[in-house]
């Protein structure tokens, strides 16, 4: 051997372990598995994944795509050292986008990129993915994990996911003929969902708690724990009223922006809602952030969800069939607002938040 390939570096010593990535694939597998549905097999391991659509029982389907991450919350994952739910966040943020329009979510993959592996978070990270997935009928069928020293600092990683979905011909969200006196139902969240935490943890730092503190709105819980409750899968409740009735004409998913933002995203430019806002429970977590942060409503409402995370746009006359196909799927829909003619906003507001 030459004094050089004496001293010749190799890919490990670079801080990139191919075989600490190639063990995390095969500790996944059973986990990818356990997402199996008609027209996947979800098995990984191939250079692609593979979906069959005649299996899954389309005959003239639409597909709809969409991807998406968790933001700054997964700061909290890692400096908590719990990542058993975030997977969970990845696939809602990407799954409940699909379903505004209409689509079945089919299949899903993911991107892991982090500086070093580190035994067991992929693990639990891909654990979460495939609940995610399990709560949306849709199969993990590949991904993508990257080691990348120097880009990432310590043990921080990023997550993204990509979702697609179907629906047949004909049958798309939005449809036409939202009108002056629909009424506009909402879905409540479990929380602050996967938006805004750049500000949560703003507001945190104010307060000098650390996360393994009591959270002083969850009792039971430390503060990181309960800032960490997984965002809410809408799927299966809406494919079902949408199923049982045809009275949805719209589905606004509550992200970053709030109400101000998403829910023009559904309307026609000639009209408008009106939320009404004491009609919205919001979450203790949302008083305690409004509270300690000095966060007026009007920001509340455009960074937060405030306990709605998904708006539904009936007609008035099927909106108690609607109702009662919600609360059958095991939602408890209220009535958010109503469709009114286009102001100058498209979005305004009555009465105040109860935070």
């Known amino acids: ?58 005959k003239d389907p639409i597909l709809v795509a969409a991807n998406d991450g968790v933001g700054t919350k997964v700061k909290i994952a890692v400096e908590t050292n719990r990542h058993a739910t975030i997977g969970i966040d990845l696939v809602a943020m990407c799954v409940n986008d699909l379903v505004v329009q209409g689509a079945e979510p089919l299949f899903f993959l993911d991107y892991y990129a982090t500086g070093k592996l580190v035994p067991g978070v992929g693990a639990d990270i891909v654990r979460g993915i495939a609940e995610g997935c399990r709560q949306a009928g ?3 069928i590949g991904g993508e994990t990257a080691e990348m020293p120097g880009l990432y600092d310590g043990q921080d990683y990023d997550l993204a996911g990509f979702a697609v979905g179907a629906a047949e011909r004909g049958t798309l969200l939005p449809k036409a003929g939202i ?15 996967s938006n805004g935490f750049s500000l949560v943890r703003r507001i945190v730092a104010r307060t000098g708690l650390a996360w393994d503190a009591p959270a002083p709105f969850d009792t039971g819980r430390s503060l990181g724990e309960a800032l960490l409750e997984p965002t809410r899968i809408y799927v299966k409740p809406l494919l079902a009223a949408l199923k049982a009735t045809d009275g949805i004409k719209a589905l606004a998913h509550i992200t970053g922006g709030g109400f ?8 026609p430019d000639d009209v408008g809602i009106a939320v009404d806002l004491e009609a919205v429970t919001p979450p203790p977590v949302f008083g305690w952030l409004a509270r300690e942060g000095g966060v007026a409503e009007a920001e509340m409402l455009r960074t937060f969800n405030c306990g709605i995370g998904m708006a539904v746009v009936v007609d008035a006359a099927q909106a108690d069939a609607v109702i009662a196909a919600l609360e059958a ?27």
Request: with cysteine; hydrophobic share 45%; aromatic share 4%.
């Open 138 to 140: 849709c199969a993990l």
């Open 260 to 267: 101000p933002d998403n829910l023009p995203r559904v309307l």
């Open 329 to 355: 799927a095991g939602e408890a829909p209220v009535r958010l607002g109503r469709i009114t003619p286009r102001g100058a906003a498209p979005v305004t507001f009555e009465r105040t938040l109860k935070l």
């Open 1 to 58: 051997m030459t004094a050089e390939n004496e001293n010749g570096l190799t890919y490990a010593q670079a801080g990139v372990d191919i075989d600490a990535g190639n063990a995390l694939v095969d500790a996944i597998k059973p986990l990818v598995r356990a997402t199996r549905r008609p027209g996947a097999d979800a098995e990984i391991g191939g250079f692609g994944g593979l979906f069959d659509l005649k299996a899954a029982g389309f």
């Open 179 to 193: 009108a002056v006196g629909d009424l506009v139902l909402g879905l409540p969240s479990s929380g602050v969902h």
